[in-house]
């Protein structure tokens, strides 16, 4: 019998490692997958994550997509689509009618402004002769896109309207219009046609309301309905006085049809109502030509006469006044950004320095607090009203006004949102605040802002718009019509 080395033996033949060598090879190569197979899937939990959180405040008339390195991505002119279109998650959308008379949809992406889809849709032939109606059988349409969400539901749709400009006040009754329904992907939802009226998005419903024609004594039908057109409520309003044929520019110019998501507001131009989510008329005052009418929070209304300096006075539901100091000709309502209902009919009102939180359903004062400068701006979330006055912003219980938290802006005060995580306080400058204890996570000055490829501006100017941010750029080239996009 031999004995045998088996050390010799591998020496000898030399094919025992690299079998050991390819399998250490695949052991670290499935290492690095699994690895890299758990990182990925793990950014995926994390990017799904924060969707569905900025998914469950996006829905807030006001609140802007979720923030997380704000800087100006793209430019865009004013007067473009884009600029005016409606977010949809995170893709605006607008919308173009062709010479036929059709509606060509398109979508970009938010952060990019680059093309993502682009849906053509066939306007009905009865629409289309409508459009040729009227003196000289003139061609005029136009189209408008609002958003379709409510908080915390999962699908958010851009709603289209094609109609006869203007909508809703023309010079023959019976004129319809084509209302297309798509989502973030430009998939169409619905397409039907609907009455030629003022019309505007209240959640994931759509209200139309059928205003008087200028010299006729008629009524206004306001109805709300899902977006494929099952009806919710419907209610016919007296219009009161006819407007002289004079007088018909300025009643166009006053009429109105607004919502924050719970109220509804219809101003005829000599007639302003308030309706609550069931259609019920709350409000109901005469206003007269030349008065404007503004929703405010807590379903009040705000009037003002065009031509007249003097402060305009509050109209409340259900309320013969407010509770306010004697001195209080001054009162101007605190223009609420965002609003999520949490605190129902609290109606924050300005008075010297100070801020009177009012019912406005009952007229009751329900506390103050004194401010350091006049509000620029506000925010009611979850229980918690946000203030911007001076360089500071201040977090108080809505309910009771106890003071939460101030923060100093080294920015100082601006018009306030919230992508429900931070508060956006946007004025020359951006600054985030986390939303729970007022830390400064992000400021960023105009110089900051001022991309490398724009050349010194003049002046800067942040604010939301159409549920986006963009900042606002006057340079002598271009008067105020040049904006870019921050995302």
Not at 50 to 72: E, I, S, T
Not at 173 to 182: H, I, Q, Y
Not at 432 to 455: F, S
Request: aromatic letters at 6%; one cysteine or more; proline letters at 5%.
């Amino acid at each position: 019998m031999r004995r045998v080395d088996l050390d010799d033996v591998d020496d000898e033949h030399g094919h025992d490692e690299r079998p050991r060598r390819r399998r250490r090879l695949w052991v670290v190569a499935a290492l690095v997958a699994a690895v890299a197979a758990a990182l990925g899937g793990a950014q995926l939990v994390v990017d799904a994550r924060h969707r569905a959180y900025a998914v469950q405040f996006d829905g807030l008339p006001g609140a802007v997509w979720k923030l997380d390195d704000p800087a100006p991505r793209w430019p865009v002119q004013i007067y473009d689509g884009r600029a005016n279109g409606a977010r949809v998650r995170d893709t605006i959308v607008s919308a173009f009618v062709t010479e036929d008379g059709d509606v060509t949809i398109s979508g970009v992406a938010l952060r990019t402004g680059t093309a993502r889809w682009t849906t053509h849709v066939q306007t009905p032939a009865e629409v289309v002769a409508d459009f040729r109606r009227g003196e000289q059988d003139s061609f005029s349409r136009g189209v408008e896109c609002r958003t379709s969400a409510r908080r915390g539901e999962p699908e958010a749709l851009a709603v289209c309207v094609v109609g006869v400009e203007p909508p809703g006040v023309h010079s023959e009754s019976g004129r319809r219009a084509l209302l297309v329904a798509v989502d973030d992907a430009g998939r169409v939802r619905t397409q039907r046609v609907v009455p030629d009226a003022f019309w505007t998005t209240r959640g994931t419903h759509v209200v139309l309301a059928t205003i008087p024609r200028p010299g006729h004594r008629d009524t206004i039908t306001v109805t709300e309905q899902t977006v494929e057109g099952q009806a919710v409520w419907s209610r016919t309003l007296g219009a009161g006085d006819a407007v002289d044929a004079s007088e018909a520019a300025e009643e166009i110019f006053g009429t109105d049809l607004t919502t924050d998501g719970t109220w509804t507001a219809v101003h005829t131009g000599t007639r302003a109502f308030v309706l609550d989510e069931n259609g019920e008329v709350v409000g109901d005052v005469a206003t007269g030509g030349g008065t404007g009418a503004s929703l405010v929070a807590g379903g009040a209304l705000w009037l003002w006469d065009y031509e007249d300096e003097r402060p305009g006075r509050l109209v409340l539901p259900g309320a013969p006044g407010l509770a306010l100091p004697a001195h209080s000709g001054d009162a101007q309502p605190v223009t609420v950004a965002v609003d999520d209902g949490s605190v129902p009919g609290l109606l924050p009102v300005q008075v010297g320095h100070s801020v009177f939180a009012i019912d406005a359903r009952t007229g009751d004062r329900l506390w103050s607090t004194s401010t350091p400068a006049d509000v620029a701006g506000a925010v009611i979330l979850d229980g918690v009203v946000y203030v911007s006055a001076g360089d500071r912003v201040i977090a108080a219980d809505a309910r009771t006004g106890q003071e939460r938290w101030t923060t100093r802006l080294p920015l100082g005060a601006g018009t306030l949102t919230t992508d429900g995580r931070r508060l956006v306080v946007a004025s020359q400058g951006v600054t985030l605040l986390d939303i729970d204890d007022g830390t400064v996570v992000r400021q960023l000055d105009a110089a900051a802002l001022t991309p490398p490829q724009l050349e010194v501006a003049e002046d800067v100017v942040v604010y939301c718009r159409y549920g986006v941010l963009v900042m606002q750029v006057t340079t002598d080239d271009a008067p105020g019509t040049d904006l870019w996009v921050i995302s």
